[in-house]
């Protein structure tokens, strides 16, 4: 087996467009970690394609600390944290009438995605591709705001070839000379 990398950082994101919290070790599914992405809160008058409060509409929900207490069970509970101090679980009403007033008093509501991928990244992210982003833009670099799952040092990799790796480690399955990446 070939050793292409070294994993730097695995994080999930329980609630779409807020913080994420690191993981020492997760099972990764074809739905990617558990409780990842689970909940997000729509626009309820929207008829927009795309409903969902994100950081574009309320920029401090990137403060929005999440965390999971049982993951994969039945009961399972994420608790947010907000920019203000304030902890709620997620299907409080008063954590919905805070987001609701400090958007300008849009109506949402908290859906849960569980089973339903919402990740518009690939499962595997190398720092060289932020680093890329970060140069061609004239930003900072800062991989966390990509949201990125798994954080890869891949080795010997130029920007955004963990695009063709990850693509060829799932169509190819089991196959014998599969990349590995080192934890």
């Known amino acids: ?14 609630v779409k467009s807020m913080q994420g ?23 309820a008058t929207s ?23 049982k993951a994969g069970t039945p009961e399972v509970a994420v608790t947010v944290a907000t920019a203000h101090g304030e902890n ?10 805070v987001l609701e007033a400090r958007s300008g ?5 908290c859906v849960t995605t569980a089973g339903r991928m919402m990740s518009r990244l690939s499962p595997s992210s190398a720092d060289k591709r932020f680093a890329r982003i970060a140069e061609e833009s004239g930003t900072t670099e800062n991989s966390w705001r990509f949201r990125p799952n798994l954080l890869v ?4 990799a130029r920007p955004f070839d963990e695009l063709q ?13 599969s990349p590995s990446l080192k934890v």
């Open 1 to 14: 087996m070939q050793s292409v990398g070294v994993i730097r950082q695995l994080t999930r994101y329980p």
């Open 21 to 43: 919290e690191a993981l020492p070790s997760a099972a990764l599914t074809l739905q990617g970690f558990a409780e990842d992405r689970r909940y997000a809160f729509v626009q």
């Open 47 to 69: 008829r927009s394609s795309f409903p969902w409060l994100t950081a574009r509409e309320l920029p401090e929900l990137l403060y929005y600390r999440t965390s999971v207490e």
């Open 88 to 97: 709620w679980p997620i299907e409080s009403d008063d954590l919905l009438k």
């Open 105 to 109: 008093g849009r109506s949402f509501c």
């Open 153 to 156: 040092d891949l080795k010997d």
């Open 165 to 177: 790796w990850s693509a060829k480690l799932f169509e190819s399955g089991a196959q014998r000379e």
